[in-house]
């Protein structure tokens, strides 16, 4: 019953009629999905038919079971975590992907996809203004891709703990500890789980907008020395997930260079695309990353206009790498590889196989070009601005921390009182959440309305009875926020003023509600 290459050719034109349609209709879709967990299984038989069934069924099916069960991340109106790229360049490379499905582990695997990969990463390292230094093309340093950002982080943290244990003979593993951020992102705890090893989250807040400083990291390292642990791998971000903050690289260098055996990972999964415009590279501190991280990682299937998944990991030293994760049984030897001449990618990623991602970098680069690419990202923080703007002039809304490039952290607040604002601006209390209860029962406003509680109904209300748009929640120390995350292709500047008064239209309601 299986396709042949003709049903293959018919089934296919299909498929891309059927998704062009869906890219017609998508916006007149709710954004999430509006099912009951377990929905599927009513729907789908649970085991698998006994004898095929018709391409034209299955189709079908997709279109009934499947479509209904998505939250479309492609949606103009998708705001919540960072939306994810979906170009039809990169729809069409991982079609021309799939269809040459092959694990690319060697060199001689296809010489194709390790050619494209070493160009595409150095392209990309042109494109962000990193140092030659991390570039395939120079002696030291490369780039490769990995599946996501927490990948790249692990895959940072191996290579950093096995330079550091060759360095320090007879230290304990469970004396290493990995240093990073309460902001940093769960990639920190779970690479700690993951290698058995201790994590210290260093404590930041608004009062450094939710950066590290130089002086908070060099105290942590005293610290954790003190108590006998080794500190061998920090992870600094620039763009944090709930707030987009950015750690301070130019403090944090200082301290770096007192501990040169310290590998410096630095997290820019979301905002590192952004470092293809030039005008954002002071801000986004491109030239102390240039000059002290050890290994740096951004995401392209993010903001970044390439799709799930693609995200880059450079490191400066490529030997690091492959000392720590090459394992070369004599099956997978290869004359090129003994000879040292290729790039073999299984002794820089996790698994032994890799998908061919280069190729839909390589696609959607020369498709946009460095000034499309550029263009994009300008559109977004632009759109971004307009809607600081709208908050700042809103009764109800106020920032929460200060924008990030194209991500706003707001929430609600009892209107415009000057009892209000101190309320907003006063330095968050503790991680224990709701405490802005204490502050605002000093500033005079009844418990019930605190900006906490305000904000969750606004929430609740957005989540309950908004299908038109999605935003996503945080906690920053305590302070219940809303964030906008804004970046899709499809959005235009209308869908972000109408985000704004969908959110502005319950912010009143809620105001209502409780009598404010
Ligand atoms: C999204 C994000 C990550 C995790 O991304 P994955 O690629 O899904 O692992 C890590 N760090 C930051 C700052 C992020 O925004």
């Known amino acids: 019953m299986s396709m042949d290459i003709e049903e293959f050719r018919k089934a296919g034109y299909a498929a891309i009629d059927q998704i062009c349609d869906y890219f017609y209709s998508l916006e007149e879709k709710p954004v999430v999905a509006q099912v009951e967990p377990g929905y599927l299984a009513k729907l789908i038989p649970q085991a698998p038919p006994q004898e095929g069934e018709k391409f034209?069924?299955?189709?079908?099916?997709?279109?009934?079971?499947?479509?209904?069960?998505?939250t479309h991340w492609s949606h103009p109106s998708f705001f919540a975590y960072f939306p994810?790229?979906?170009?039809?360049?990169?729809?069409?490379?991982?079609?021309?992907?799939?269809?040459?499905?092959?694990?690319?582990?060697?060199?001689?695997?296809?010489?194709?996809?390790?050619?494209?990969?070493?160009?595409?990463?150095?392209?990309?390292?042109?494109?962000?203004?990193?140092?030659?230094?991390?570039?395939?093309?120079?002696?030291?340093?490369?780039?490769?891709?990995?599946?996501?950002?927490?990948?790249?982080?692990?895959?940072?943290?191996?290579?950093?703990?096995n330079t550091f244990m060759d360095a320090h003979q007879g230290v304990r593993l469970e004396d290493l500890v990995i240093i990073c951020t309460t902001q940093t992102h769960s990639l920190a705890l779970k690479a700690g789980r993951v290698l058995g090893l201790a994590v210290r989250a260093i404590e930041v807040g608004p009062e450094d907008a939710y950066a590290l400083r130089g002086s908070q990291l060099r105290k942590a390292i005293a610290e954790e020395t003190g108590k006998g642990r080794r500190p061998f791998f920090i992870i600094a971000t620039i763009g944090t997930t709930s707030s987009g903050a950015v750690d301070n690289l130019s403090e944090i260098r200082e301290v770096v260079r007192e501990h040169p055996d310290i590998w410096l990972h630095v997290d820019a999964a979301w905002a590192g695309v952004a470092l293809s415009c030039p005008e954002l590279r002071a801000q986004l501190l491109l030239d102390e990353v240039n000059a002290v991280a050890y290994s740096f990682c951004t995401?392209?299937?993010?903001?970044?206009?390439?799709?799930?998944?693609?995200?880059?990991?450079?490191?400066?030293?490529?030997?690091?790498?492959?000392?720590?994760?090459?394992?070369?049984?004599?099956?997978?030897?290869?004359?090129?590889?003994?000879?040292?001449?290729?790039?073999?990618?299984?002794?820089?990623?996790?698994?032994?196989?890799?998908?061919?991602?280069?190729?839909?970098?390589?696609?959607?680069?020369?498709?946009?070009g460095v000034e499309g690419f550029r263009a994009h990202i300008r559109k977004g923080i632009a759109q971004n601005n307009v809607f600081v703007n709208l908050v700042e002039k809103s009764p109800y809304l106020r920032l929460a921390a200060p924008p990030s490039l194209a991500l706003t952290v707001f929430r609600m607040v009892p209107g415009w009182t000057e009892e209000a604002k101190s309320v907003v601006e006063e330095p968050s209390v503790s991680s224990a959440a709701d405490k802005a209860v204490t502050i605002a029962a000093s500033g005079g406003v009844a418990e019930s309305k605190?900006?906490?509680?305000?904000?969750?109904?606004?929430?609740?209300?957005?989540?309950?009875?908004?299908?038109?748009?999605?935003?996503?929640?945080?906690?920053?120390?305590?302070?219940?926020?809303?964030?906008?995350?804004?970046?899709?292709?499809?959005?235009?500047?209308?869908h972000v003023r109408r985000a704004f008064a969908i959110i502005e239209e319950e912010a009143t309601a809620v105001a209502k509600e409780l009598d404010i």
């Open 56 to 70: 034209e069924d299955i189709a079908a099916d997709y279109q009934r079971c499947i479509v209904p069960g998505l």
């Open 84 to 161: 994810t790229a979906c170009t039809f360049e990169g729809i069409i490379a991982d079609l021309y992907t799939s269809a040459v499905s092959n694990p690319g582990f060697n060199w001689i695997c296809s010489p194709a996809c390790t050619e494209l990969e070493v160009i595409v990463m150095d392209w990309a390292a042109q494109l962000f203004g990193l140092d030659a230094a991390f570039m395939n093309s120079g002696r030291a340093g490369g780039g490769c891709l990995q599946t996501t950002a927490s990948e790249s982080a692990l895959i940072a943290a191996v290579a950093a703990r």
């Open 299 to 368: 995401n392209f299937h993010k903001w970044g206009l390439v799709n799930f998944d693609c995200s880059t990991l450079w490191v400066r030293d490529r030997l690091a790498l492959t000392r720590a994760l090459d394992v070369t049984p004599e099956f997978l030897r290869t004359k090129e590889g003994d000879a040292g001449t290729v790039t073999d990618f299984r002794n820089w990623h996790l698994a032994l196989g890799r998908r061919f991602r280069s190729l839909k970098l390589w696609f959607v680069l020369r498709s946009f």
């Open 450 to 494: 605190t900006p906490n509680v305000l904000t969750r109904a606004l929430w609740e209300r957005l989540e309950r009875r908004r299908g038109d748009l999605y935003l996503t929640q945080t906690l920053l120390n305590g302070v219940f926020c809303l964030r906008i995350a804004i970046g899709a292709s499809r959005t235009q500047e209308e």
